[in-house]
């Protein structure tokens, strides 16, 4: 086969066998129910397997490619991969000291985020030490099982954050309408 065909949102199986033989190496049978129920539109949204070493048939193996990966992710990981591995903490900050100042060394602030299951829908805000909203980096935005954000220490008003110690409230919930809240602090370093 020269390429693959393009496959419907709609319905349909999809099997792999050995060419001129009638062995079926594997089958999938997918449906519009398998896709993420708070999309307004699937077109363009792929499946993807969460895990190789599950059976394909299983279809709560299957879920959505994240938005970050728009929605596909053709010839590389699976977004929604994961190996069925619950960290002790699903969200990270590195380096917890950063200085935006484009000299090379942890200009950036990286929240980092493993979960077990697919389907979370994440908010990620920034806040001052006084509570003021700094910054609104992600607003209702798919995730795969793990992945990373990355804030410049740029506002929301497209200025330089000031020096000083920043909370980043990330929340995700699940179509199940299971919330979970996460607190990380950072500091915003730069020369006085």
């Known amino acids: 086969m020269a390429s693959l065909p393009s496959f419907s949102n ?33 077109d363009g949204v792929s499946l993807e397997r969460i895990n190789f070493n599950r059976p394909s048939d299983d279809k709560t193996n299957w879920h959505c ?16 991969y994961s190996e069925g591995v619950t960290a002790e903490d699903p969200v990270s900050v590195s380096p917890e000291v950063f200085s935006p100042d484009n000299d090379g060394y942890n ?10 299951t697919p389907e979370y829908i994440a908010t ?28 410049d ?10 020096i000083g110690i920043y909370v980043i409230y990330f929340e995700v919930f699940d179509v199940n309408g299971n919330v979970k809240h996460y607190k990380k602090s950072a500091v915003l370093a730069g020369k006085l």
């Open 153 to 162: 220490g740029i506002t929301d008003d497209n200025e330089k954050a000031r």
């Open 107 to 116: 200009d950036v602030l990286n929240l980092n985020y493993v979960f077990d």
């Open 65 to 80: 490619a994240s938005e970050s990966a728009g929605f596909g992710t053709p010839t590389y990981k699976n977004s929604q």
């Open 10 to 42: 709609d319905a349909g199986t999809v099997a792999i066998s050995i060419k001129n033989a009638t062995a079926i190496i594997d089958k999938f049978a997918y449906s519009p129910d398998m896709f993420l129920s708070l999309l307004t539109s699937t």
């Open 124 to 151: 990620i805000t920034i806040y001052d030490a006084n509570g003021r909203l700094i910054r609104e980096l992600i607003k209702s935005k798919l995730l795969g099982t793990s992945g990373t954000f990355s804030w």
